[in-house]
């Protein structure tokens, strides 16, 4: 058990309001939260709706002035949905009764229990959440960012806010030849996106009978189509049936953008490369750990991610920070679903500490990816730390169903904006409990009958 006490300072008395912000040489807050993505709102939020009558005890340290339900990216690239559904003032999905200090962490000084913002101002916590995600890094590849500004080069990208739109108009534009889609050699953000934008991309040219003349092709580094079993074996199947090439441990490293032009190392023997011509690009970026957690190593692996217990969510050194989300360094798929499960770790642990109990809650890596395979088809993915199938519904989740394409597309954005930035979300493991044990009688009663 732990427990933190003695940090907290006079000026907690103050009140303050998100839409007005004033700025101190000094603030201090019990629950300090670095980020202001899924997990950063979705634990403001939980822990304002704790504190309901003390409006001076969350701060919420955030550059963006824009919040993004990134999820949706994938279907705006697939002309699905609209730029405008994926996006909302920040202001309007933080808690009202936290404080937004909108500006980005340059330091962290976690033996005095301190942090240090850009413009030089310090915030002392009790409890600091670090839920800072991943940065892209655009600039690793060489002709990529000259590539995704110019519209007259067919490469494009659903990861970002400002590229995602350019992946439709290339779709509906591209008419014959070879169209690439890419994997990096680094942890990303929905590891499912890539090849989810592929099968939107296929299955549109063939709904307009274009592939005869469109290759689609799919080229991930990793050694593996999907991480999990099950989920490979019928996603092969898909690749299978609608002639989608896929080159695993292939990993994309320069684009020539005068010359539509690609190339791509071999994993398995890095001194082998081929330059291929495309007409279509569909890049996701190398992705990796913000560079302040890099320059903190008493926090973070070699890698620069967050270093806490897979199971606790708490950091390995200081008992008093906690992280959720993609910035740690926690073996499971960044996925929002994960966010769903960690952040009912981390609320329900910090909670303990500060009542004086024993911290009793852990997560077991569960992680979920809708995996669009065309229009009004999805599989969805639920697994765990082993990679194992944990399945909310009473089917077998490897199929395609019409049901699951809805769920993302129209339950899981309205779940997001409503109940998760709102805090009232945990995941579905209550669901799978009972859903899990109506299947099981089931099951039982069709094994009865068979017997008599």
């Not at 890539?194 to 009978?209: G, S, T």
């Not at 291929?276 to 996701?284: C, D, E, I, N, P």
Request: proline share 6%; hydrophobic share 35%; with cysteine.
């Amino acid at each position: 058990m732990y427990r933190i006490t003695g940090y907290l300072t006079p000026s907690l008395a103050k009140s303050f309001n998100i839409h007005n912000v004033a700025r101190e040489a000094h603030q201090s807050c019990k629950i300090l939260v670095i980020g202001g993505g899924t997990a950063g709102c979705t634990m403001a939020a939980k822990f304002t709706n704790k504190f309901k009558n003390a409006k001076d005890r969350v701060i919420v340290v955030e550059p963006s002035e824009t919040h993004y339900y990134q999820p949706m990216f994938t279907l705006i690239g697939g002309g699905v949905k609209p730029f405008e559904s994926c996006h909302e003032k920040m202001e309007k999905v933080l808690p009202k009764s936290a404080k937004w200090v909108k500006d980005k962490v340059t330091k962290f000084d976690p033996k005095s229990n301190t942090v240090i913002v850009g413009n030089g101002d310090s915030i002392e916590y009790e409890y600091l959440i670090v839920a800072t995600g991943l940065q892209l890094h655009w600039d690793k590849i060489p002709g990529l960012k000259e590539a995704l500004k110019d519209d007259k080069v067919p490469v494009c990208s659903i990861y970002g806010p400002d590229t995602v739109e350019k992946v439709f108009k290339i779709i509906k534009n591209t008419k014959s030849g070879t169209a690439y889609f890419t994997f990096p050699s680094s942890p990303v953000k929905c590891p499912g996106a890539p090849q989810k934008i592929a099968y939107l991309a296929e299955d549109y040219w063939r709904n307009k009978q274009k592939l005869r003349d469109i290759r689609v092709t799919y080229n991930t580094a990793l050694p593996v189509i999907f991480g999990v079993k099950k989920y490979a074996d019928a996603l092969w199947k898909i690749c299978e049936k609608r002639k989608i090439d896929v080159n695993l441990q292939t990993n994309l490293i320069k684009i020539i953008p005068s010359k539509n032009e690609a190339v791509f190392e071999n994993l398995k023997n890095p001194n082998e490369s081929r330059t291929v011509t495309f007409a279509m690009l569909h890049v996701t970026p190398p992705m990796g750990p913000p560079d302040v957690l890099k320059s903190h190593p008493e926090l973070t692996n070699e890698a620069g991610f967050l270093t806490v217990d897979p199971q606790t969510l708490r950091h390995v050194k200081y008992p008093n920070i906690f992280g959720l989300g993609d910035c740690t360094d926690t073996p499971n798929s960044k996925t929002m679903a994960a966010i769903a499960s960690q952040s009912k770790v981390v609320f329900g642990n910090i909670t303990s500490d500060l009542d004086g109990k024993q911290a009793k809650e852990t997560y077991d890596g569960y992680a979920s990816c809708p995996l669009v395979t065309g229009y009004g088809k999805c599989i969805l993915a639920e697994f765990n730390y082993k990679l194992e199938p944990t399945e909310t519904f009473p089917m077998n989740q490897a199929n395609e169903y019409f049901i699951m394409y809805l769920m993302k597309k129209d339950f899981f954005p309205y779940l997001y904006w409503n109940w998760m930035l709102k805090g009232r979300w945990n995941g579905p493991a209550v669901f799978r409990k009972y859903l899990n044990l109506f299947s099981n009688k089931n099951n039982v009663k069709e094994a009865a009958a068979k017997t008599t």
